[in-house]
Antibody
Framework: QVQLVESGGGVVQPGGSLRLSCAASGFTFSDHAMHWVRQAPGKGLDWVAVISYDESKTYYADSVTGRFTISRHNSKDTLFLQMNSLRGDDTAMYYC??????????????WGQGTMVTVSS | QSVLTQPPSASGTPGQRVTISCSGSNSNIGTNYVYWYQQFPGTAPKLLIYKDNQRHSGVPDRFSGSKSGTSASLAISGLRSEDEADYYCAAWDDSPRGWVFGRGTKLSVL
């Protein structure tokens, strides 16, 4: 069965950096686009970024463009999110999600349990 | 990115049929597929409906999706207490390129 396990969250000061990881199993990772979606405490879902199956295309939400970088390591079935210049409004649960197709337009069909990122001094 | 418009809340009694609307624009719902997600407090969202009206594996046929123009709907028939949850719609937006979500609808089963 599909499993997505996020790690790397924690408490970081404003302006700091974190790198999130997502270990995937139960499907052919290199055949699917992958996304990061976040949810601030008590708020709704907020899409962050997507990477195509072959890393050729990436798209970002306006709020993270220039600060966050999505990447993947297909030989290790792992997705990453490098987060720099973190701000208080980046505080959220970050979910790794599997795309139901190859490209960025593929919706999210399976979700991990999330990793919490708290930006606070 | 723009946000899809959902009612903040909806309610029904057991056995009833309820619908949750999701309104967008030509650049998202009007030209791309709509997805629906269910989320219980403290847990990750789960896919209910993909590509406008396809039920995800294991989703009861009480759940159905539809789309017309720039609006979509999720219908839940034979409402049960365990359907009480938050529901979100989502779609790819062509301009600017990225995914957009609705703000979510909290469904109460009275």
């Amino acid at each position: 069965q599909v499993q997505l396990v996020e790690s790397g969250g924690g408490v970081v000061q404003p302006g700091g950096s974190l790198r999130l990881s997502c270990a995937a199993s139960g499907f052919t990772f290199s055949d699917h686009a992958m996304h990061w979606v976040r949810q601030a405490p008590g708020k709704g879902l907020d899409w962050v970024a997507v990477i195509s199956y072959d890393e050729s295309k990436t798209y970002y939400a306006d709020s993270v463009t220039g600060r966050f970088t999505i990447s993947r390591h297909n030989s290790k079935d792992t997705l990453f999110l490098q987060m720099n210049s973190l701000r208080g409004d980046d505080t959220a649960m970050y979910y790794c999600t599997k795309g139901d197709g190859w490209t960025g337009t593929a919706g999210f069909d399976f979700w991990g349990q999330g990793t919490m990122v708290t930006v606070s001094s | 990115q723009s946000v899809l418009t959902q009612p903040p809340s909806a309610s029904g009694t057991p056995g009833q049929r309820v619908t949750i609307s999701c309104s967008g624009s030509n650049s998202n719902i009007g030209t791309n597929y709509v997805y629906w997600y269910q989320q219980f407090p403290g847990t990750a969202p789960k896919l209910l409906i993909y590509k406008d009206n396809q039920r995800h594996s294991g989703v009861p046929d009480r759940f159905s999706g539809s789309k017309s123009g720039t609006s979509a709907s999720l219908a839940i028939s034979g409402l049960r207490s365990e359907d009480e949850a938050d529901y979100y719609c989502a779609a790819w937006d062509d301009s600017p390129r990225g995914w957009v979500f609705g703000r979510g609808t909290k469904l109460s089963v009275l």
